[in-house]
């Protein structure tokens, strides 16, 4: 018989096609994250759960009866499992890590491009009617030639965002990352402090989610940025102190910030969707058909594996 699985929102149909060749696959039909009580009974009733970003798999989600053996994340982020809480009650814990990196790396590079070149604000002229030709000083943004990024965190992502920024706009690269880097991939200068990575033309957030990094960008972490400096954000929202981050482009002492991803997500804060120089994102990072096929079929391959009795690909 085949093992009983729980899907929390549909993937794509190449992936649910292989789900349900090796399992009785059962799907939530809505969008929505799990609450806590679906939680709670997907762990009691089924043999496996593959739930997604903000799932509540908080600790008290294991207090009650578990059935479930192995949670296999569909993403590389997995902030939203207490994996300490899971593994005490005998689950396995596994992610899709790789599947994700360079589309990720693609959307910080398009949201440095976007803010520094006022392409949002320029689009909204435009389809506003307002846009009465060119001039010589209309809309004059920052030219990325030749600037400096600061990444924070330098993994997979972290690099490939490094890869495009040298390789692609001639940008010097300074990095902050909590133990040392052998090889960035590209020429790199890797600082002693946060501070010193902040102290850049843009700054790039590449930072995994989680307690460790909880409000690593403070008001303190801003506050060493330039005021003509831009701020992007593409790991997780809860990195930021987003009303840090909000009353330092409110007081202009930086010049702008392009954000995929929010603090409290899907609520986006009235300041920055009013601000002109915020280019805003709705979680876009994967968001490919090949990337989230990628992703789903890593999950696939974690599941296989526990059920096989193989060692897993992907543990965290």
Known sequence: MKP??????????????ELDRD????CRDTTLPMDL???RAALAGFDALLPTLGDALRAEAFAGPVRARILANFGVGYNHIDTVAARAVGLEVTNTPGAVTEATADIALALMLMTAR???EGERMLRAR???GWHPTQMLGMHLGGRTV?????GRIGKAIARRAHLGLGMSVRFYNRSPVADAGVPATQVATLAEAMASDVVVVAVPGGKATHHLI???AIAAMPAHAIFVNIARGDVVEEAALVAALTAGRIAGAGLDVYEFEPRVPEALIGMENVTLLPHLGTN???VREAMGMMAVENLRAFFGGWPVPNPV
Do not use: N, Q
């Not at 399992?23 to 059962?26: H, L, M, P, S």
């Not at 600061?150 to 330098?154: A, F, L, Q, R």
């Open 288 to 290: 490919a058909l090949e």
């Open 4 to 17: 009983t699985l729980h899907v929390s929102r549909r993937l794509p149909e190449r992936v649910m096609a």
């Open 118 to 120: 006022r392409a949002g």
């Open 130 to 132: 307002r846009w009465t």
């Open 23 to 26: 399992f009785a696959v059962t």
């Open 150 to 154: 600061g990444i924070i965190g330098m």
């Open 37 to 39: 009580t679906e939680v």
């Open 218 to 220: 403070d008001a303190a």
